[in-house]
């Protein structure tokens, strides 16, 4: 039950319009940053303001969401968004990422196919892929409106020169519709694949640089790259210690004061249903509060 | 407390402005972004003439006093229309259509032409009008054929009644882009939407 202190979902109805107009043009203008009055969130700046702000924009209380944080359900940050969400609007919340019609993310996309009966939202701290290049707003204005984008290449071209290869691991640059260079969020760039003609729309939300911007479905999404040194994600040696998967994005976790490591699924949900599945990675059931946490201390 | 002739005779609003603002909202996102697709509509307040029901509900959702709408039926007859949408919006109605934000078309064949109405800037190019067309027919049937973002490979849209050099204004439009204006067609309770990034092939 909602929270009848508060509007559905918390923001006034005109900031909502406000939001939807701006939300609309970013879906006619794929990959362009259009500027919204950003409001002033129950959360600070850096914790996901702008994803909430466009959540709240278009939730009903028909929708199923779903919020992320680093692909985990159970961090803080998804975790708070979420109960937000459930105090202000009191729509059912779920971990499965088939379930949900909203799926609000920081910084991971589901490893799961997303469908074209849902919503991805991607919570964005710094919206503008070239501003750590160019500092002035009036000058990388100016840069997507002339489609000037060498000096991106430009730093790519930097990272082979000064490492041998492209070394930018995350918030890889991506070209949408051969148009608008635009900064995927924080995402690792072994997520940059999936948004290529993705089924679901995407959006996103940067609340203290005020700013929306969207990737409709079906459209192409280039992450930018050279003929001799083409895109590529990356990739582990190891499998997921839990689930066996090698074919999704794993965390490196240290698990004692010796050395001891363990790679996981950064998506807990993917890593819980594949493990319910019947799949079995090398370290499942020996880790401090599993049932079979006795019988791994004796092996050990 | 006495109402005025003129109170009575206003067309009410949303039954419930929260909810039904944000399923009509839906209904234009879910168009926007799959162009061409036909987005049914139900429960809608009626609307005076000559708005029809899906026009006049897609202005509740998305006007207010930020953005100056245009309607083009400027004549005495329209006068409920237009006190419709200053009452429930809020929002200037402009006589210059170059000037609005949003913009109606009750009769979509005098419509003057798309590059009049506010493109946006290179800079800016999301300031820039959003134009709803009130159409008889709308289908998936035959017309014309639509490919781009939102759409997985190509559909068909056929809508009307329109100008004669409609579509070849739209591909101009198109050519424009970043800048250009984006099209809401609203028929009788469905709607579809055609932003400026879409190709129309005749």
Not at chain 1, 150 to 175: F, S, W
Not at chain 2, 72 to 92: K, N, P, V
């Amino acid at each position: 039950m909602s929270d009848g202190t508060y509007n559905f979902a918390y923001l006034d109805e005109q900031t909502k319009r406000m939001i939807r107009r701006s939300i609309l043009k970013a879906v006619a203008i794929p990959g362009y940053q259009v500027p919204f009055a950003s409001r002033e969130m129950p959360m600070p700046y850096g914790w996901g303001t702008g994803g909430v702000q466009v959540t709240a924009g278009i939730i009903g209380p028909d929708d199923v969401l779903k919020v992320i944080d680093q692909g985990a359900d159970d961090t803080t940050n998804a975790i708070s968004i979420r109960k937000f969400f459930v105090r202000t609007t009191g729509v059912k919340t779920t971990e499965q990422t088939d379930e949900a019609s909203i799926v609000q993310t920081r910084h991971r996309i589901p490893e799961t196919a997303l469908s074209d009966k849902q919503i991805l939202v991607y919570q964005v701290p710094i919206p503008e892929p070239l501003r750590f290049l160019e500092p002035r707003e009036t000058e990388t204005r100016k840069m997507h409106a002339l489609s000037e984008y060498g000096l991106m290449h430009v730093k790519l071209y930097e990272d082979i020169a000064t490492h041998g290869h492209i070394a930018t691991t995350y918030d890889y640059p991506v070209k949408v519709n051969g148009r608008y260079v635009t900064d995927p969020s924080p995402t690792p760039k072994f997520d940059n694949p999936k948004m290529d003609r993705m089924p679901a729309l995407q959006l996103f939300g940067a609340g203290r640089e005020k700013r929306i911007y969207a990737i409709p479905p079906y459209t192409e999404v280039k992450s930018l790259d050279f003929d001799d040194h083409p895109f590529e994600i990356q990739t582990w040696d190891a499998a997921c210690a839990l689930c066996n998967a090698r074919d999704s994005f794993l965390d490196e976790v240290i698990i004692d004061d010796r050395g001891g490591r363990m790679f996981v699924c950064s998506d807990t949900d993917f890593c819980t249903a594949r493990q319910a599945e019947g799949h079995v990675g090398p370290m499942a059931g020996t880790l401090p509060g599993s049932a079979s946490e006795e019988v791994a201390d004796g092996v050990g | 407390m006495p109402v005025s002739a003129e109170a009575a005779a206003l067309h009410p609003g949303f039954a419930d402005p929260v909810f039904d603002a944000q399923r009509l909202f839906r209904a234009v996102l879910d168009a926007m972004s799959h162009p061409g697709r036909i987005v049914q509509l139900s429960d809608l307040p009626d609307a005076p003439l000559p708005l029809n029901r899906t026009a006049a509900a897609v202005c509740l959702t998305l006007a207010d006093f930020d953005t100056p709408l245009w309607i083009d039926d400027q004549s005495a007859a329209a006068e409920a229309a237009r006190r419709h949408l200053r009452f429930h919006c809020g929002c200037s109605l402009p006589e210059a259509h170059g000037e609005a934000v949003f913009a109606v078309a009750t009769d979509p064949t005098t419509l003057p032409p798309l590059a009049s109405f506010a493109q946006g800037s290179d800079e800016y190019p999301d300031r820039s009008a959003t134009i709803v067309l009130q159409v008889d027919r709308l289908s998936n049937q035959a017309g014309v054929t639509l490919s781009g973002p939102g759409i997985e490979h190509k559909t068909a849209l056929d809508a009307g009644p329109l100008p004669t050099d409609f579509w070849e204004q739209v591909r101009a439009n198109g050519t424009l882009f970043p800048r250009g204006v984006d099209l809401v067609f609203a028929a009788a309770d469905r709607l579809a939407a055609l932003p400026r990034s879409i190709r129309v092939e005749v």
